[in-house]
């Protein structure tokens, strides 16, 4: 049985694109550096497990979306809910005696250490083909299908780390809506997992659906782009401003930016954006919504700064030149 225990929360196809030309990253901890092989960092042991929630527990979490109107998100009704049947049926084989064969045991385990890391490997294979295509020709014809691809990535990338995780599993904490549930930290954690998932489509779909802009940025100068393992930087979003920067390789960042349109405008945009949706992959994008620029040196350094302030434990980058630089 192939149980993956190591989930990689910044994708190993993202950093191995910092690869030098001995097909090593270099890894920083803040005071020392090392070379890597992509498959050896940004991983933690079952980061993305799924302990199964009693019957109360998934009752309490549907509600829970309703409240906040996530119930009608894909991600609930297509992966989320089918999640929430395999936990009752588990419960109920845990209420027979003598019911686990090895066959169950080991499903049970598959699934649970699985699903989540396989759920997303997926998603990576959509949003590959852009980034690296980008990354080849940072001046690349950007398509309608490309544009979601790479608000997918943004908020797929912005969401999955355990900072992030940890974040929303400590408001879950704190929240009194879940004192005398009787959770205990794996079933919690499991929870705050399954609601991020939800959680994490609504800020996708509702970028597209205000048009946000992508900015991408080439690199010119000698010094590269180093990233870290939480790779979203310069991050505000709230329910009125989201901005997040991301670099993509050591010599092209992408931005994700408010649009200058009017509301109306935007909403006439939308429109003609969902009647075309099957043929997204032919039409292209033009400005506002995806603008070229290029970075000098100064700008570069800077960048990588604010890359270092917002890492979480490591930073990662091709030359260690590159993290000279910002010393």
Same mark, same amino acid.
């Given at each position: 049985?192939?149980?993956?225990?190591? @989930?990689?929360?910044?994708?190993?196809?993202?950093?191995?694109?910092?690869?030098?030309?001995?097909?090593?990253?270099?890894?920083?901890?803040?005071?020392?550096?090392?070379?890597?092989?992509?498959?050896?960092?940004?991983?933690?042991?079952?980061?993305?497990?799924?302990?199964?929630?009693?019957?109360?527990?998934?009752?309490?979490?549907?509600?829970?979306?309703?409240?906040?109107?996530?119930?009608?998100?894909?991600?609930?009704?297509?992966?989320?809910?089918?999640?929430?049947?395999? @936990?009752?049926?588990?419960?109920?084989?845990?209420?027979?005696?003598?019911?686990?064969?090895?066959?169950?045991?080991?499903?049970?385990?598959?699934?649970?250490?699985?699903?989540?890391?396989?759920?997303?490997?997926?998603?990576?294979?959509?949003?590959?083909?852009?980034?690296?295509?980008?990354?080849?020709?940072?001046?690349?014809?950007?398509?309608?299908?490309?544009?979601?691809?790479?608000?997918?990535?943004?908020?797929?990338?912005?969401?999955?780390?355990?900072?992030?995780?940890?974040?929303?599993?400590?408001?879950?904490?704190?929240?009194?809506?879940?004192?005398?549930?009787?959770?205990?930290?794996?079933?919690?954690?499991?929870?705050?997992?399954?609601?991020?998932?939800?959680?994490?489509?609504?800020? @996708?779909?509702?970028?597209?659906?205000?048009?946000?802009?992508?900015?991408?940025?080439?690199?010119?100068?000698?010094?590269?782009?180093?990233?870290?393992?939480?790779?979203?930087?310069?991050?505000?979003?709230?329910?009125?401003?989201?901005?997040?920067?991301?670099?993509?390789?050591?010599?092209?960042?992408?931005?994700?930016?408010?649009?200058?349109?009017?509301?109306?405008?935007?909403?006439?945009?939308?429109?003609?954006?969902?009647?075309?949706?099957?043929?997204?992959?032919?039409?292209?994008?033009?400005?506002?919504?995806?603008?070229?620029?290029?970075?000098?040196?100064?700008?570069?350094?800077?960048?990588?700064?604010?890359?270092?302030?917002?890492?979480?434990?490591?930073?990662?980058?091709?030359?260690?030149?590159?993290?000279?630089?910002?010393?």
């Amino acid at each position: 049985m192939n149980l993956k225990r190591k @989930h990689h929360f910044v994708s190993q196809f993202y950093l191995k694109s910092w690869y030098n030309n001995v097909k090593k990253i270099i890894v920083w901890d803040g005071d020392k550096t090392f070379p890597s092989l992509t498959k050896s960092i940004a991983y933690e042991k079952d980061l993305y497990k799924l302990t199964p929630l009693t019957s109360y527990q998934i009752s309490f979490f549907e509600e829970h979306l309703r409240q906040m109107s996530l119930d009608n998100t894909s991600t609930y009704n297509y992966v989320i809910r089918n999640i929430l049947v395999i @936990h009752n049926g588990f419960n109920f084989l845990d209420t027979i005696e003598n019911n686990c064969s090895e066959e169950i045991v080991d499903l049970k385990k598959k699934f649970s250490f699985n699903f989540l890391e396989d759920k997303f490997a997926v998603e990576e294979a959509e949003f590959s083909k852009v980034i690296k295509k980008i990354i080849l020709k940072p001046k690349s014809k950007i398509f309608l299908y490309d544009y979601y691809a790479l608000i997918h990535f943004f908020v797929f990338q912005l969401f999955k780390t355990p900072r992030k995780i940890n974040r929303f599993l400590d408001v879950n904490q704190q929240s009194p809506i879940f004192k005398g549930l009787d959770f205990t930290q794996p079933e919690l954690r499991s929870y705050t997992l399954l609601f991020i998932q939800c959680l994490s489509e609504r800020a @996708h779909t509702s970028l597209i659906s205000r048009l946000y802009s992508i900015k991408i940025y080439n690199n010119i100068s000698d010094i590269n782009f180093i990233t870290s393992d939480d790779p979203c930087f310069n991050q505000k979003f709230d329910e009125n401003e989201f901005f997040v920067q991301l670099p993509i390789s050591p010599k092209v960042m992408i931005e994700l930016v408010a649009n200058p349109y009017e509301e109306e405008y935007i909403k006439s945009m939308t429109a003609y954006f969902n009647f075309h949706k099957k043929e997204a992959d032919n039409i292209i994008l033009t400005e506002p919504l995806v603008t070229f620029h290029e970075l000098e040196q100064t700008e570069v350094i800077e960048l990588n700064k604010k890359i270092f302030e917002n890492k979480d434990r490591f930073v990662y980058a091709q030359t260690i030149s590159d993290i000279e630089s910002i010393n």
